[in-house]
T-cell receptor, first 111, second 114 residues
Framework: TQLLEQSPQFLSIQEGENLTVYCNSS?????LQWYRQEPGEGPVLLVT?????EVKKLKRLTFQFGDARKDSSLHITAAQPGDTGLYLCAGAGSNDYKLSFGAGTTVTVRA | GAVVSQHPSRVICKSGTSVKIECRSL??????MFWYRQFPKQSLMLMATSNEGSKATYEQGVEKDKFLINHASLTLSTLTVTSAHPEDSSFYICSAAKRDSRQYFGPGTRLTVT
């Protein structure tokens, strides 16, 4: 089993501040995905990163995949209350479709 | 698009009864579907991988006789929780994989066993 460690577990910030969530592993992944989940709903895919060193931007969200494809980060600039949710990273191996999920980071953005 | 639906969204059943949850990929065919369970404020735990036309592959610690999975077509997989007990109460989420291996998740089913 490939394990993904996500940190921090909880993050509470004021509207307008920046935040970063980290996802680390000792294993190499063929791709890594970030999801956001709201209570009572399924996870929604935000981005998939595939290439080592890749950086993807989605409005105020910036995703980075480590050069060795073992770690990733999610940075949110000028967070808004609508960014509140559970953020999950998930890594895919090269041989199957199975995803290994991190423990998740609960982000709360206060107005 | 890649829309996955689940039915029901919420279900309450009595201890000892069985309940079936459906997962459908609405606008694409999925040879592989996955079933997860999620406890409050925790991450998703993979229960089993469901392949169309073959037996499901269960993760370690998941009882295959208790959690019956049927993947009868390329757009439908079902999970039946047999002889449910209160400890089976959880949020069950399915996902369907496209050919490019990306997984798309359903909205989840909240099961409460009384």
């Amino acid at each position: 089993t490939q394990l993904l460690e996500q940190s921090p577990q909880f993050l509470s910030i004021q509207e307008g501040e920046n935040l970063t969530v980290y996802c680390n592993s000792s294993s190499v992944f063929s791709s890594l995905q970030w999801y956001r989940q709201e209570p009572g709903e399924g996870p929604v895919l935000l981005v998939t990163v595939v290439t080592g060193g890749e950086v993807k931007k989605l409005k105020r969200l910036t995703f980075q995949f480590g050069d060795a494809r073992k770690d990733s980060s999610l940075h949110i600039t000028a967070a808004q209350p609508g960014d509140t949710g559970l953020y999950l990273c998930a890594g895919a191996g090269s041989n199957d479709y199975k995803l290994s999920f991190g423990a998740g980071t609960t982000v709360t953005v206060r107005a | 698009g890649a829309v996955v639906s689940q039915h029901p969204s919420r279900v309450i059943c009595k201890s000892g009864t069985s309940v079936k949850i459906e997962c459908r990929s609405l606008d694409f065919q999925a040879t592989t579907m996955f079933w997860y369970r999620q406890f409050p404020k925790q991450s998703l735990m993979l229960m089993a991988t469901s392949n169309e036309g073959s037996k499901a592959t269960y993760e370690q610690g998941v009882e295959k006789d208790k959690f019956l999975i049927n993947h009868a077509s390329l757009t439908l997989s079902t999970l039946t929780v047999t002889s449910a007990h209160p400890e089976d109460s959880s949020f069950y989420i399915c996902s369907a994989a496209k050919r490019d291996s990306r997984q798309y998740f359903g909205p989840g089913t909240r099961l409460t066993v009384t």
